[in-house]
């Protein structure tokens, strides 16, 4: 009986949240998205059609996500040089002045992560997806993990996904699991050249 009583509860105590309030959009997009490998050169408004609602990391502003300073910033422009795996991005003004720029390696994404915690860095997966993956797992009375994951893709209209996924599995005490996640949808418009400035 006590056997019994000590599943019940903790069948009752384990826990499973996932909250996704721009699932159906993310879904329509991701399933009509384009390979971003089909261009070497992108440009996207820093600002999003419709922000997600939530802050975290390149929420609101695609700068923070390149790591770029935002000041003045109206747009910024990605361009890939995809045989030697690398990735400059700059931010630029409305008249497509740089202001910042920083450099990323594209690795492949069975890659193990760098050792190097500097290193600017995307996974680049097989269908064409820009992965940016972080994880911490700390062991004490309980064992758990959190993460924290984005992924960029081309949209069917050319514009620039960001697909944000934070969540967390613990097992509290050894003994009741629980897990729980977030997941949000940015998306960022291309932008257009000023007249007689080309990449």
């Known amino acids: 009986m006590r056997f019994i009583s000590t599943i019940i509860l903790s069948s009752l105590l384990a826990g499973c949240v996932i909250s996704s309030p721009q699932k159906a959009q993310y879904k329509a997009e991701y399933s009509h998205r384009q390979d971003i490998r089909q261009h070497t050169v992108y440009k996207f408004n820093t600002k999003p059609i419709s922000p997600s609602g939530k802050?975290?990391?390149?929420?609101?502003?695609?700068?923070?996500?390149?790591?770029?300073?935002?000041?003045?910033?109206?747009?910024i422009q990605l361009r890939f040089d995809y045989p030697a795996k690398s990735l400059e991005a700059v931010s630029l003004d409305a008249q497509d002045k740089i202001l910042d720029k920083q450099t990323f390696t594209?690795?492949?994404?069975?890659?193990?992560?760098?050792?190097?915690?500097?290193?600017?860095?995307f996974y680049l997966t097989k269908d064409g997806q820009l992965v940016y993956k972080t994880r911490n797992c700390t062991p004490d009375m309980s064992i758990g993990c959190q993460w924290w994951a984005h992924s960029l893709f081309i949209t069917?209209?050319?514009?620039?996904?960001?697909?944000?996924?934070?969540?967390?599995?613990?097992?509290?005490?050894?003994?009741?699991?629980?897990?729980?996640?977030?997941?949000?949808?940015?998306i960022f418009s291309k932008a257009p050249y000023v007249s007689g400035i080309m990449p």
């Open 55 to 75: 802050s975290y990391r390149g929420s609101g502003n695609l700068t923070t996500l390149f790591k770029l300073s935002d000041k003045n910033a109206s747009k």
């Open 106 to 121: 594209l690795l492949d994404k069975s890659a193990d992560k760098p050792s190097d915690s500097q290193m600017n860095y």
């Open 156 to 186: 069917r209209n050319g514009d620039m996904a960001v697909h944000y996924e934070n969540g967390s599995a613990v097992m509290l005490f050894l003994i009741l699991p629980a897990y729980g996640s977030n997941e949000y949808l940015e």
